[in-house]
T-cell receptor, first 118, second 110 residues
Framework: GAVVSQHPSWVICKSGTSVKIECRSL??????MFWYRQFPKQSLMLMAT?????????EQGVEKDKFLINHASLTLSTLTVTSAHPEDSSFYIC??????????????FGPGTRLTVT | QKEVEQNSGPLSVPEGAIASLNCTYS??????FFWYRQYSGKSPELIMS????GDKEDGRFTAQLNKASQYVSLLIRDSQPSDSATYLC??????????FGKGTTLSVSS
């Protein structure tokens, strides 16, 4: 149980275009989803926290108009990188967490999406 | 600012030895403590979670938590070459984002 998928697993796009990344919790309902970004040889950095039906909360320094996050259902969150530039090339990883009587403190990570902007 | 500190390594141990990884955190309100293993180009994989002071063992892995010292460690017994990876320490409070350390690179030589 507790499987999180991401799609696509990798994507190459041209500078100036937009890319949408999907994060799905396959066997549970995710109250909260988190989006992280990881540059080469660096650790995961939180970009934003997304609660179902609410606007995402972005970390300082993350442009909310560039990185659009939608959490329309309890099993799906999307991250859209708008007007992508080469410096946006990175490994984007989502994680999901569920609240409730049987919830744990653990978050479940998706397999990540490798974005390359040319 | 909430921070998690780890020695970046690399930590090199021979096959069969014990690898010891350490982590300190700044937020005394942290409730949950995790060790993740990450292979190059892959997403983090949860190895251990620990929530109360003391030791927690799972197979070859033992996590230790000391909240008074704000210290978490991971011991890997009988290290194998397949254990070679980056180990990430992470902490949080329930329902909040994980705060990651920069990771310690472990290399196990055969």
């Amino acid at each position: 149980g507790a499987v999180v998928s991401q799609h696509p697993s990798w994507v190459i796009c041209k500078s100036g275009t937009s890319v949408k990344i999907e994060c799905r919790s396959l066997d549970f309902q995710a109250t909260t989803m988190f989006w992280y970004r990881q540059f080469p040889k660096q650790s995961l950095m939180l970009m934003a926290t997304s609660n179902e039906g609410s606007k995402a909360t972005y970390e300082q320094g993350v442009e909310k108009d560039k990185f659009l996050i939608n959490h329309a259902s309890l099993t799906l969150s999307t991250l859209t990188v708008t007007s992508a530039h080469p410096e946006d090339s990175s490994f984007y990883i989502c994680s999901a967490w569920t609240s409730g009587p049987k919830s744990s403190y653990e978050q479940y990570f998706g397999p990540g999406t490798r974005l390359t902007v040319t | 600012q909430k921070e998690v500190e780890q020695n970046s390594g690399p930590l090199s141990v021979p096959e069969g030895a014990i690898a010891s990884l350490n982590c300190t955190y700044s937020d005394r309100g942290s409730q949950s403590f995790f060790w993740y293993r990450q292979y190059s180009g892959k997403s983090p994989e949860l190895i251990m979670s620990i929530y109360s002071n003391g030791d927690k063992e799972d197979g070859r892995f033992t996590a230790q938590l000391n909240k008074a010292s704000q210290y978490v460690s991971l011991l890997i017994r009988d290290s194998q070459p397949s254990d070679s990876a980056t180990y990430l320490c992470a902490v949080n409070q329930a329902g909040t984002a994980l705060i990651f350390g920069k990771g310690t690179t472990l290399s196990v030589s055969s």
